[in-house]
């Protein structure tokens, strides 16, 4: 088991953006998206809710080891993107960077979120399933390089309770 590592969770700004491309393009199974993507979606004020995961560094220097981008539309939250760079995988970074997405959705009022998995990944569904979301769907082809199927998973969430 890997030691844990308590990361420091902040909303994403523009200056993130290049690492944030080093760490999605670090995995193959990831969908790449263009620079001009990351600034368009940055620069949307319901973006600004996406996250970076943080640490220090050994020269105490902070060092963004992973990033959750997500949408809220309405009620509905969908997650576009979650990594975290292979050295400090399973660390639990994953795990605090969703947990900071469903809490803003929830903030947010939203009823669902929403995400594709590749149905080759056995290791995010597994992820996903221990926040509780459920398959709801398939989407035939949906990914390319390579082309493959996307499983829909759906999480309800809970309204804060008062």
């Not at 992973?66 to 795990?95: K, M, P, Q, W």
């Not at 709801?136 to 804060?160: C, F, I, Q, T």
Request: proline share 2%; glycine share 4%; net charge positive.
């Amino acid at each position: 088991m890997t030691k844990a590592v308590q990361a420091r969770i902040r909303k994403v700004s523009r200056n993130d953006i290049d690492r944030i491309i080093d760490i999605e393009r670090s995995w193959h199974h990831l969908s790449h998206w263009s620079v001009d993507s990351y600034y368009r979606l940055i620069n949307e004020d319901s973006f600004t809710s996406s996250f970076v995961a943080e640490i220090d560094d050994p020269a105490g220097r902070h060092r963004i080891v992973g990033f959750v981008i997500f949408h809220l539309t309405g009620d509905i939250s969908e997650i576009y993107n979650i990594a975290v760079e292979a050295a400090h995988a399973r660390c639990g970074i994953g795990r605090q960077l969703m947990s900071a997405a469903i809490a803003a959705s929830r903030q947010k009022r939203v009823s669902r979120v929403l995400l594709e998995v590749r149905k080759s990944n056995s290791a995010a569904i597994n992820f996903y399933l221990g926040f509780n979301f459920k398959i709801s769907g398939e989407r035939k082809n949906y990914y390319s390089n390579p082309p493959e199927d996307a499983y829909v998973m759906e999480h309800l969430v809970e309204p804060n309770s008062h």
